[in-house]
């Protein structure tokens, strides 16, 4: 009897061997899953952020989606690898067979443990394979306590602790405010003949200010009504295209440390080097081929330099612009040009910056003009502090975004700054005229506003 | 108390004794055989396996002197038929003849054959008709001998080694599909190296032959090989190897045969598709348990392990396989058949 005691411990030896064996390959296959997992999300996550930083948001989108679907996909078919080779109790004894060579003896005493009638020779069995335990020891058939799959993880790590100072590195252009040279940092002077006008994602936020003479901004009216056309003209896809650019913009920006709730206001004045009488819109600015329009990111003015100049938009980009933003209609245009009494400073005169200087800043509570300040019809927006500046001024201005890029195609090249334009007039709203407000009484804000809700 | 008997409570030898025994009896096979280490391996194995052995191979290259050297080296009876296209299966199990008994009286009487032994060589066995042929299918089966519907049993052990000559076809019977399979193993002797020749001559022609020991005393040597037969059926068999086995044979059979019961095979090997009319039956898969567990007990394991199904596998499958014309127009033998199989099972291990 003791005899068979001492057999059955041994046994027990064995089988309770085997079990660390199988823990132990278990536990290396949880560590494999976890760290490719991590390694594929990582790596990804780390060339997303590279991408944000140097590529243009239609690609940067693509790159990024591409990125989530191999890392998706890798992580499934780590988890289906990994089910697929879950050590069972059989596969540990075989593992443990091969590896200390121990031919088929941990794999016949683990089959056959539970069988009632054993052989003469499964006493033998089991004295031999006890005999050699410490050659099937978990630490021997498994001397790993880290999974293989630890270096690529250590390598997706290295590769996005490399990519995000690549993509500081490679996006501190595009951070970089406005060339100096101009009138100073987000000052941008540009002639209204190369501007490329595109209508804005409404929900952004303006950013930009535009100082011009009456007669430049009936030009430039016109050209937002032209936009604005060409922007009703556009198909679904195209619309959609832009959506997909403002989201991947936005994801861009969030990536790259930018705020996108407070840029950086940029000041443009605008010039105009051909002035002559304002042309209504016509077909031909609408075209696609007119190079009225360019690929500017979806933002609302881009840059058109005319003779083949850096950022001129390829024929057929108008279909891609975003949604419209607002435009200045020609009569009203003219309206405003024909109250503009006071002369306008020439084009690049010393006396716009001080103009510009002293006109209230975008956000601002005391400012005159422009669409929030409750302009328009709409009756949330009616109502605000009256406007500080007299009517008639030479010069207003309009909100836009402008974000300047270097698209210089010559080297040596002046760099080509595209503003980003904006009119943030809500869905309510309609162009309207720059006009002082003035106070209204407290007790005529509910008439007047009972009016406009009709 | 008979022979057959007294093995029966003989007891079980331990798998030490086993090797050594083994290893003794192949050293002294060695004294005369020179070289064909394996063949030697695999004709002892299938002995204590339990079953018998088809020798294949050119003349001159030893078959007949190794097969006396066992009967010698065992010390059991041993008897040597010549076949030839004329002998009769009565020539081989024994016929009945009229004797006169000492009361003058004439009865019949049954005259064993050479077939009444322990170790039976069947010299170039396909020289006989078909009909001689079957006549050993019996004895090997069933290790009995029917004659005129009365049935002897033989004594075991009983073992028979039969030759083949390939290169001589002419005149001669290839053997029936059901004779092959009963034959455990099938072991080549191929021609020996120059080192070996040298030895073979300097230890043939001179004036003494090499003495040859039993290894059994005459009135044990049944006994205790009977025994050590018992020892290999006791290897304990794993189930995975039993299927690895399974596997293999499975593997033999080509997809598109008409006797297939299971259409799915595991395991598709696109040599056999192509070149195998027949794969091994089931007596295959029973040869490489029996081939692996004599092969487990000479490595001084209790069990089988996958090397030792291997190890067999081209002596238990090659004469199962039957090919097809294009296989001997393609120049392929059932051989390089097997070991594709081998390697294509092989990959399934657990």
């Known amino acids: 009897m003791p005899e068979t005691r001492r057999d059955e411990q041994k046994l027990w030896l064995i089988l309770f061997q085997i079990k660390g064996v199988r823990s132990r390959l278990n536990f ?60 069972t109790p059989a596969r540990a004894a075989a593992i443990g067979d091969t590896r200390a060579q121990l031919k088929g003896r941990l794999t016949t005493v683990l089959a056959l443990n539970a069988t009632p009638r054993h052989s003469p020779l499964w006493a033998y069995l089991v004295e031999d394979t006890y005999g050699r335990r410490e050659e ?52 941008i002077i540009a002639d209204i003949g190369n501007l490329d006008i595109r209508p804005a994602d409404p929900a952004l936020q303006p950013n930009a200010e535009i100082y011009a003479d ?10 937002l009504a032209a936009a604005e056309k060409a922007d009703r003209d556009r198909r679904p896809l195209s619309k959609l295209i832009d959506k997909a650019r403002n989201f991947a913009d936005a994801f861009q920006d969030k990536l790259n440390g930018l705020d996108p709730a407070r840029p950086r206001p940029t000041q443009m004045r605008l010039t105009d080097r051909n002035p002559g009488p304002p042309s209504p819109p016509s077909d031909s600015d609408n075209s696609p081929n007119s190079g009225s329009t360019g690929n500017s990111g979806g933002s609302g003015l881009a840059d058109n330099s005319h003779h083949g100049a850096p950022g001129s938009a390829p024929p057929g980009a108008a279909q891609n612009s975003p949604p419209p933003m607002t435009s200045l209609p020609p ?38 003009g422009g669409s929030n300040h409750g302009s328009g019809s709409d009756p949330a927006n009616l109502f605000g502090p009256a406007s500080p500046l007299p009517l008639g001024s030479d010069s207003f201005k309009i909100a836009i975004e402008a974000d300047p890029s270097d698209e210089s195609t010559a080297s040596g090249s002046p760099t080509y700054v595209p503003p980003r334009i904006r009119v943030p007039l809500n869905a309510n709203q309609y162009p309207d005229q720059p006009l002082a407000r003035a106070a209204v009484p407290a007790a005529d804000q509910n008439i007047i506003k009972r009016v406009f809700q009709r | 108390m008979n022979e057959a008997q007294s093995t029966a409570v003989a007891e ?37 396996a339990g079953g018998h052995v088809l020798i294949e191979g050119v003349p001159g290259t030893g078959k007949t002197t190794l097969v006396k050297t066992l009967g010698l080296a065992l010390n059991l009876s041993f008897n040597r038929i010549q076949f030839t296209v004329d002998l009769m299966p009565a020539d081989i199990t024994g016929t009945r003849v009229i004797l006169s008994s000492s009361e003058g009286r004439r009865e ?33 089966a069933e290790l009995q001998v029917t004659v005129s519907g009365t049935t002897y049993p033989l004594v075991p052990p009983y073992f028979v080694m039969a030759t083949l000559n390939p290169i001589e076809m002419e005149g001669t019977y290839p053997l029936p599909e059901a004779q092959l399979d009963r034959f455990l193993f099938k072991v080549r002797l191929g021609y020996p190296g120059e080192a070996e020749l040298v030895r073979i001559i300097g230890s043939t022609t001179g004036p003494d032959g090499a003495g040859v020991e039993p ?48 259409l799915h ?46 190890k067999v596998a081209a002596a238990a499958l090659d004469h199962r396989i039957m090919l097809n014309y294009a296989a001997h127009t393609d120049n392929i033998d059932a051989a390089q058949i097997v070991q594709q199989v081998v390697k294509a099972v092989r990959v399934s291990r657990a």
């Not at chain 1, 293989?148 to 595009?174: K, M």
Request: aromatic share 6%.
């Open chain 1, 136 to 187: 099937f020891e978990p630490s021997r058939v498994a001397p790993r306590l880290l999974s293989r799959a630890f270096y690529p993880l250590l390598a997706a790590i290295l590769l996005a602790t490399l990519a995000v100072p690549a993509a500081r590195f490679a996006s501190a252009p595009r951070q970089r405010p406005a060339r100096p040279g101009l009138n100073g940092p987000n000052q």
């Open chain 2, 265 to 310: 095979a595991p395991i598709v090997v696109d040599e056999v598709n192509r070149y195998v009319s027949f794969g091994a039956s089931p007596r295959g898969a029973l040869a490489l348990i029996l081939g692996a567990k004599v092969g487990a007990l000479l490595d001084g394991r209790a069990n089988i392990a996958y090397d030792d199904i291997d």
């Open chain 1, 214 to 223: 009456p007669a430049t901004l009936k030009k430039l009216a016109d050209k």
């Open chain 2, 12 to 48: 079980l030898p331990t798998i030490a004794d086993f090797a050594r025994t083994f290893r003794r009896i192949q050293a002294e096979i060695h004294k005369v055989i020179i070289g064909h280490e394996q063949a030697v391996e695999e004709l002892l194995s299938a002995l204590f």
């Open chain 2, 215 to 262: 290894v059994f005393e005459p009135h044990e040597a049944a006994l205790r090989i009977e025994a050590l037969k018992r020892l290999v059926r006791e290897v304990i068999v794993a189930p995975p190897i039993e299927q690895y086995a399974a596997r293999m044979v499975r593997a033999t059979q080509p997809a598109n045969s008409r006797v297939l019961g299971d």
């Open chain 1, 331 to 368: 009569q009203q245009a003219d309206e405003l040009a024909s109250k503009d009494s006071s002369p306008a400073p020439a084009p690049g005169s010393d006396q716009a910056p001080a103009a510009a200087q002293n006109q209230p800043k975008a956000g601002d509570p005391n400012a005159g």
């Open chain 2, 108 to 140: 019949f009487s049954f005259q064993p054959g050479p077939i009444f032994c322990h170790i039976l060589l069947g010299d170039e066995i396909n020289r006989a008709t078909p009909k001689t042929q079957s006549a050993l299918l019996e004895a090997m």
């Open chain 1, 28 to 87: 290396l296959a949880i560590q494999r899953w976890i760290f490719a997992a991590l390694a594929l999300l990582i790596g990804a996550v780390g060339l997303t952020f590279f991408a944000a930083a140097t590529s243009g948001p239609l690609t940067f989108l693509a790159i990024a989606i591409f990125l989530m679907l191999v890392a998706l996909l890798g992580v499934i078919r780590e988890t289906i690898v990994v089910r697929a080779t879950r050590i």
